[in-house]
C-alpha cells in the first residue's frame, strides 16, 4: 500500500464534531501520556523523531522547541499556521475538517512542553467551515477539561482561540502573520530575533503548521525513534500531498516520505485523462519548481526540493497535462505574486511586475531575446534579494522552467520573430 495512513487513520470513521468519537479512538490520551513526561522527555522524543516542519520551510522541530525551552520569559504563546494560501495547498484544511480535536492536542502538548499558556490557531480567511469546525471542537474542549485553567488536575493552564487570516497570502508567513495578530497590517519583519525570542507582542512564540502539530500526537504515541523509521533517513515520516491539476482523483493523500511522484500520479491520483500526456508538474504550490514528465521518478524528500533553491515541503503536485501553453501558467504564477507583494521591499514589489510584463510577451509571441536575458537576470536578483519568502520564491517556477524547458522558450522567441515577418 502506497499509503501509510498515521495523522490521517481515524479521518473518515469518526464524527470531527464528536469528542467523544475522538477520545474513543485514543484522543487526547497522548496528551495525558505527555503530561506525566519530562519535558526534556518530550524533547528527546522530537529530537528522535527528526520532524520537520510541514509547512513549507521543513524547520526541525526539536530545534524550535529547545529555543522555547531555554525562554523564561512570561507568557509564551503556541501559534498554529492555518493560512494555507498557497495555490494546489489544500491539506491543512482537509485536517482542520476532519479531524480537529487532533490539532488542539497536538498544541496542547507543544503548550505544555514549552511551558506555553495561550494559543491562537490562525486560520486561513476564506475557510468558513474550517473556522466553524476548529471553534466548536474548541469548545467542546474546555466543556470536557482539556482546555483552561489546572488542566486534568495538572496545574498545568492553556486555551486557546481562532484568528481569522487577513485575506493575504503573505499573511501565513509567520513574521506577518505575528503582525497580523497583533492587528497591525500583514508585513514581514526583519530577522534575527526569530519568533522563539521575540514572537507574538515580543513574547517567546512556538509558530507551526497544521500538519506539523496534527503530527504530535503519534510522536508521543509512536515514540521518536519508531517514527524516523518511517520515510527517509532524514526526510522521516509521512507527507499529506494535495494532488490536483489534470489527474482523474484529486484529494489529498498520506505517504512515507520516499516514495516517487510517478506513484503519487498515477497510482494514487489515477494518471491523466485519456488520450493526454503529463507535460510537467508543479511541486509545492505557485512557489514551486515547474519540472518536467521525465523527472517524475524523483522521491519526495526535503533534500530533494532544497535542491531547486525552494522550499516546497507544504506537498502540493500540480499536474498540467499537454493542453497547456506553458507562458499563460507561469504569467498566471506571476500575476499572483505580483497581486500578492506586501509592496515592503522593492525587488518584489516592482520585480514581479516586470516578469509578468516579460511573460506576457511570451504569450503573446512577441517576445525577444533580449526578454530572455531580462527575465533570468530579474528572477535571479528577486529570489536573491527580496525580504521575505513570498519575493524569494516568486520566481521559483521561471528560473525552473529557463532551465528544464530553455528550448520552449527559444522556440516561442523563434516564433515571434516569424510573427513579425
Ligand atoms: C509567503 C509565505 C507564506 C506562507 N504561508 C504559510 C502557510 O499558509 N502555512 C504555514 O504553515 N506556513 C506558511 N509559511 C511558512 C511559515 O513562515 C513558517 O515557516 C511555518 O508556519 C512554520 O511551521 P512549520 O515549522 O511547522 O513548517 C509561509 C511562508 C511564506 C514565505
Ligand atoms: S518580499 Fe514581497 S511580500 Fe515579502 S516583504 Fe518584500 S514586498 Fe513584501
Known amino acids: 500500500m502506497l499509503e501509510h495512513k498515521l495523522i490521517t487513520k481515524h479521518i473518515g470513521n469518526i464524527d470531527p464534531l464528536s469528542i467523544d468519537d475522538y477520545v474513543g479512538v485514543g484522543g487526547y490520551a497522548m496528551f495525558k501520556k505527555a503530561l506525566g513526561m519530562t519535558r526534556l522527555d518530550i524533547h528527546d522524543a522530537f529530537e528522535a523523531s527528526k520532524l520537520r516542519g510541514r509547512g513549507g520551510a521543513g524547520f526541525p522541530v526539536a530545534i524550535k522547541l529547545m529555543a522555547m525551552a531555554k525562554e523564561t520569559r512570561k507568557p509564551k504563546y503556541v501559534i498554529c499556521n492555518a493560512d494555507e494560501g498557497e495555490p494546489g495547498n489544500f491539506k491543512d484544511r482537509y485536517l482542520m475538517e476532519n479531524n480537529p480535536h487532533q490539532i488542539i492536542e497536538g498544541m496542547l502538548i507543544a503548550a505544555y512542553a514549552t511551558g506555553s499558556s495561550h494559543g491562537y490557531l490562525y486560520i486561513r480567511g476564506e475557510y468558513a467551515q474550517s473556522m466553524a469546525t476548529m471553534q466548536q471542537a474548541i469548545e467542546a474542549a474546555r466543556q470536557a477539561g482539556y482546555l483552561g485553567s489546572n488542566i486534568l488536575n495538572s496545574r498545568f493552564d492553556f486555551d486557546l482561540e481562532i484568528r481569522s487570516g487577513a485575506g493575504s497570502y503573505v499573511c501565513g508567513e509567520e513574521f506577518a502573520l505575528l503582525e497580523s495578530i497583533e492587528g497591525k497590517a500583514g508585513r ?60 482523474r482523483k484529486k484529494g489529498v493523500y498520506e505517504v512515507p516520505f520516499g516514495v516517487s511522484m510517478r506513484k503519487i500520479i498515477e497510482e494514487l491520483g489515477g494518471g491523466v485523462g485519456a488520450g493526454r500526456k503529463i507535460q510537467m508538474i508543479q511541486l509545492g ?70 516578469m509578468r510584463n516579460v511573460l506576457r510577451r511570451f504569450v503573446n509571441k512577441t517576445a525577444t531575446e533580449q526578454d530572455l536575458l531580462m527575465l533570468e537576470n530579474q528572477a535571479r536578483v528577486i529570489h536573491q534579494t527580496s525580504l521575505c519568502g513570498l519575493g524569494q520564491t516568486a520566481p521559483t517556477a521561471i528560473i525552473s522552467t529557463l532551465h528544464y524547458f530553455r528550448f520552449d522558450y527559444l522556440n516561442r522567441i523563434e516564433d515571434s520573430m516569424q510573427e513579425v515577418a
Open 188 to 247: 514581514t519583519r526583519v530577522k534575527p530575533p526569530f519568533p522563539t525570542a521575540k514572537g507574538l507582542f515580543n513574547q517567546p512564540t512556538l509558530i507551526n503548521n497544521v500538519e506539523t502539530l496534527a503530527t504530535f500526537p503519534v510522536i508521543i504515541a509512536m515514540g521518536g525513534e519508531a517514527y524516523a523509521k518511517i520515510g527517509t533517513p532524514t526526510s522521516t515520516g509521512t507527507k499529506l500531498i494535495s494532488l490536483s491539476g489534470n489527474v
Open 285 to 354: 504550490g505557485a512557489c514551486g519548481p515547474i519540472i518536467p514528465e521525465y523527472m517524475l521518478d524523483m522521491v519526495i524528500d526535503f533534500e530533494r526540493f532544497e535542491e531547486f533553491e525552494s522550499k516546497t515541503g507544504a506537498g502540493a503536485i500540480i499536474v498540467i497535462d499537454d493542453r497547456h501553453d506553458m507562458f499563460a501558467i507561469l504569467e498566471q504564477v506571476s500575476e499572483f505574486f505580483t497581486h500578492e507583494s506586501c509592496g515592503k521591499c522593492t525587488p518584489c514589489r516592482e520585480g514581479n511586475v516586470h
